[in-house]
């Protein structure tokens, strides 16, 4: 029965997404459907390859971790990025990077932030030995590092480059270049497929850690493989469209909720469709329904906080 109703779910929700999608294709177009697709198009691809990234990581982590409130932003990751921009604004020039995009730029930032985050992750794991809570502590530190170095050289800055600057760091779905996308959705594949190659570890690490040594998984080594196909995930989604801090917690939230059962092959698949849902739609109703000015990800943002705080008063009750 559980069977049917999971089936059944993910049928619903595989409807639900192209129905958007199709809607978010064909909706007001005036007849210049190349012009439509073209650009809509992009955006569409765009949100799947978040979605898969972001659901399949987000989920993962919290496994690894033992706790669904946590996303792999606590690594610091999204601050990272933040710091790199703003050196890149604050040295080279708001204009002349912007002018400058190339694939080579963004591969450039890719390689930076998994490259440096590996490289904390691998220093401190071993400092820690195997310790995962300690290591997320120097996370949330070093992300308030980065975030006060950031705002620091921000305060610097001549104001015509802090705007530029700041229209970088708003996660962005509407100019996302071509090659960026065929590139990202590459690595994004890569590292969704060690994690799901590894689904069934990450079912028993839910028995807990003593209980996954007993049976015959080398967690300090599983942990760090899985960290580094997490870090490559959420690195690569934020280089490509900007930070977007609380859209993995919502995908992962709703998908434990719809979705009763502990098997990762089958969380995975429901909560890559939920995100695909919720982008899709989200965009279609700011930008075609309500024609706010705004975009999705101020959104999610907003959401995603008064979602965060919600689960912590129903938590709280439940205790």
């Known amino acids: 029965m559980k069977n049917t109703n999971y089936w059944l779910k993910i049928l619903g929700l595989t409807i639900l997404s192209l129905i958007f999608i199709v809607l978010f ?27 898969l990234a972001t659901s399949i990581s987000t989920i993962s982590f919290q496994t690894l971790t033992g706790n669904q409130f946590l996303t792999p932003g606590i690594l610091g990751l999204d601050n990272l990025y933040v710091f790199i921009q703003t050196i890149l604004f604050f040295f080279v020039g708001g204009i002349t990077m912007l002018s400058q995009e190339s694939l080579w730029m963004f591969f450039a930032n890719v390689v930076i932030m998994t490259t440096l ?21 120097v996370g949330m530190v070093s992300g308030t590092l980065f975030s006060s170095l950031s705002t620091f050289m921000q305060v610097l800055m001549d104001p015509n480059e802090y705007d530029l600057l700041q229209g970088k760091l708003f996660a962005s779905f509407s100019n996302v270049n071509s090659q960026y996308l065929l590139v990202a959705t590459l ?7 060690y994690l799901w190659y590894v689904a069934p570890e990450l079912n028993v690490l839910l028995l807990g850690n003593d209980q996954s040594i007993n049976l015959g998984i080398q967690l300090a080594s599983f942990q760090t493989r899985a ?8 690195g690569v989604a934020t280089a490509l469209v900007g930070p977007t801090i609380f859209l993995g917690f919502i995908v992962a939230t709703i998908s434990y909720r719809l979705f009763d059962t502990y098997q990762h092959h089958r969380l995975f698949l429901g909560s890559f469709l939920v995100g695909i849902l919720l982008l899709v739609s989200g965009q279609f109703l700011v930008e075609q329904i309500f024609h706010w000015r705004t975009t ?24």
């Not at 580094?228 to 959420?234: E, G, R, V």
């Open 25 to 51: 294709l064909t909706y007001n177009t005036h007849g210049n459907w190349a012009f439509a697709f073209s650009l809509r198009g992009k955006k569409v691809a765009t949100f799947i390859v978040v979605a």
């Open 227 to 234: 960290l580094i196909s997490i870090i490559l995930l959420t």
């Open 187 to 193: 690595l994004i594949v890569l590292g969704s497929a």
């Open 117 to 137: 985050s590996v490289f904390f992750l691998l220093y401190f794991l071993e400092k820690t030995t195997g310790n995962l809570f300690l290591l997320l502590m």
């Open 296 to 319: 999705i990800s101020i959104v999610i943002q907003f959401v995603g906080g008064v979602f965060f705080l919600l689960k912590i008063i129903a938590e709280r009750r439940k205790s």
